[in-house]
């Protein structure tokens, strides 16, 4: 049972402009979420993340919006730049067990 | 302070053997997790370890097992390989989970079952 889902498996942006990642979740359990980026080769390096008690968190180019009435959050990357092509997984945790979304592998074009 | 390190990197097994993974996390952090990732599947959750005691489980056959040692070093174990368990397979500690999520992954091992 997929309780995290990110439907968009790839996204390309131009650079200078922006990114949005989207994620659901089902299960309004979820107290905490992250968002995590992998490089072929290399294990997932943590981003950003959000407290169930927040809607928005930023850290320089990256926000995080957290919307749990519909049970969605998404990360807003701006500008894009090049170094940010990666695969992005959205996770969310509860009972310090984290459940990862499947991945959007973004695309920054110059 | 050194990252998390996973030992062997690749692993080539064929159907029906054991495998051993290890995995030593950052020093300090007292909180183990492992996850396999196979394609188009994400990370699919393990199980987590913490102060030597499974504290988490996820939807794994009985074949997928762990411990954690006194240092906070942890091996998980896979028995009688099916081909399906070949995958990228990814450990993660953190300080404490109650105090922080973010976790902090290794390179992971690339297991083949051939």
């Known amino acids: 049972d997929q309780q995290v889902k990110q439907n968009s498996p790839s996204l390309s942006v131009q650079e200078g402009r922006i990114s949005i990642l989207n994620c659901d979740y089902t299960n309004s359990m979820f107290d905490y979420f992250l968002w995590y980026k992998k490089y072929p080769a290399e294990g997932p390096t943590f981003l950003i993340s959000i407290s169930s008690i927040k809607d928005k968190n930023e850290d320089g180019r990256f926000t995080v919006f957290l919307n749990k009435s519909a049970k969605h959050l998404s990360l807003h990357i701006v500008p894009s730049q090049p170094g940010d092509s990666a695969v992005y997984f959205c996770?969310?945790?509860?009972?310090?067990?984290?459940?990862f979304g499947a991945g959007t592998t973004v695309t920054v074009r110059a | 302070k050194a990252g998390v390190t996973q030992t062997p990197r690749y692993l080539i097994k064929t159907r029906g053997q054991q495998v051993t993974l290890s995995c030593s996390p950052i020093?300090?952090?007292?909180?183990v997790s492992w996850y396999q990732q196979t394609p188009g599947q994400g990370l699919q959750f393990l199980f987590e370890?913490?102060?030597?005691?499974?504290?988490n489980k996820g939807n794994f056959p009985g074949r997928f097992s762990g411990r954690q040692f006194s240092n906070s070093r942890s091996e998980m174990n896979v028995s009688t390989l099916e081909l399906g368990d070949s995958a990228l397979y990814l450990c993660a500690s953190s300080l404490d989970p109650g105090g922080s999520y973010e976790q902090y992954f290794g390179p992971g091992t690339r297991l083949t079952v051939t």
């Open positions: 020093s300090g952090h007292r909180s």
């Open positions: 996770a969310a945790s509860v009972n310090y067990k984290l459940s």
């Open positions: 370890y913490f102060s030597e005691t499974q504290r």
